[in-house]
């Protein structure tokens, strides 16, 4: 297994397979353009994405740079062989790279597998939060 940085639309596409829903061209090309975004690709040999991550550097006058985990998905087929683990591991080895002050993810308090996921990568617990949201449903 290889982890690689996403550098082309055709690449964010061809991992639509692990995302909530179907991707967009315009949207996967908004994504590569935009400063502090990043998804990163675990390939197999045969060039199968088997799972990915994506990060977003958020910035604060009194915290500098801190990279929020967005999402992390492995293919069901291919789940409890430690590309998860990896693959959270090579994020935040990557944000440490850029200089970030830390690196945090939020979490349905009831995903066994994505808890044990974090905590095998070394991220200590921080406390429970409550999310609340706005619905837009806008073109863009
Ligand atoms: C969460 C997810 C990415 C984990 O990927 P994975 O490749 O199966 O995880 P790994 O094999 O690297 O496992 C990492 C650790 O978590 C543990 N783990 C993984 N799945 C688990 C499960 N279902 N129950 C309990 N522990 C689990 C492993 O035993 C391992 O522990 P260890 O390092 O101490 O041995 C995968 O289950 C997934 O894609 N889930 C759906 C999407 C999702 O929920 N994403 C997270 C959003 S916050």
């Not at 009194?62 to 998860?84: F, P």
């Not at 970030?100 to 990568?121: I, K």
Request: proline share 3%; charged share 25%.
């Amino acid at each position: 297994m290889e982890i690689r940085q996403a550098t082309t639309v055709a690449e964010l596409l061809a991992a639509e397979h692990l995302y909530d829903g179907p991707a967009r061209e315009d949207w996967a090309a908004r994504f590569l353009a935009a400063a502090g975004h990043l998804m990163l690709i675990a390939y197999e040999e045969d060039g199968f994405p088997a799972g990915f991550v994506s990060g977003i550097e958020m910035l604060h006058p009194d915290k500098g740079a801190e990279m929020c985990l967005y999402e992390l998905s492995v293919d069901e087929s291919r789940r409890r062989r430690g590309i998860g683990r990896a693959l959270t591991e090579a994020l935040v080895a990557e944000a440490r790279a850029r200089g970030c002050q830390g690196a945090w993810v939020p979490v349905d308090t009831d995903n066994e597998a994505a808890l044990a996921t974090y905590r095998s990568a070394g991220a200590a617990d921080e406390g429970g939060f409550a999310m609340l949201g706005w619905t837009f449903g806008g073109d863009d």
